[in-house]
């Protein structure tokens, strides 16, 4: 098994957001293949199982289940890594994750429109609005 390299970080830690963003790129990567590898290790058991004449229905019921478990949980950690993927994609084009109505108001056209309903969703500043209302 390979392992990819992570760039050497001195103790001095400057990093500015390409390379932060580029480091949750590569931890979400080396995730991926760590997954790929239980899937593999996953399918090799079953193989070998299979192989044997006499595996009993309980034996391959219990093998069954064994790897339906293991794939839940890898099914669960691609749903966490999906989002977290969604949150690096968001900081790298500037927004910050865990605010995502940040600076959703720089038009100058909404100011003193408190009273409508806001269209840029999500919004904490109420400024943006639909025409008509």
């Given at each position: 098994m390979s392992m990819p390299n992570i760039p050497d970080i001195t103790p001095d830690i400057i990093l500015d957001r390409e390379d932060v963003v580029h480091l949750?790129?590569?931890s979400i990567a080396m995730e991926e293949i760590s997954f790929s590898h239980i899937l593999n290790a996953e399918a090799e058991k079953i193989q070998h199982f299979l192989k044997d004449e006499h595996l009993s229905l309980c034996d391959a019921l219990t093998i069954n289940n064994s790897v339906e478990q293991?794939?839940?949980?890898?099914?669960?950690?691609q749903i966490l890594l999906l989002h977290k993927l969604g949150d690096v994609m968001k900081l790298a084009n500037?927004?910050?994750?865990?605010?995502?109505?940040a600076n959703c108001c720089d038009d100058p056209a909404c100011q003193g429109r408190s009273?409508?309903?806001c269209t840029n969703r999500p919004c904490s500043c109420n400024?943006?609005?639909?025409e008509g209302e």
């Open positions: 949750l790129l590569t293991m794939m839940r949980g890898v099914m669960t950690n500037n927004v910050d994750p865990r605010n995502s109505m009273n409508k309903k400024e943006h609005y639909e």
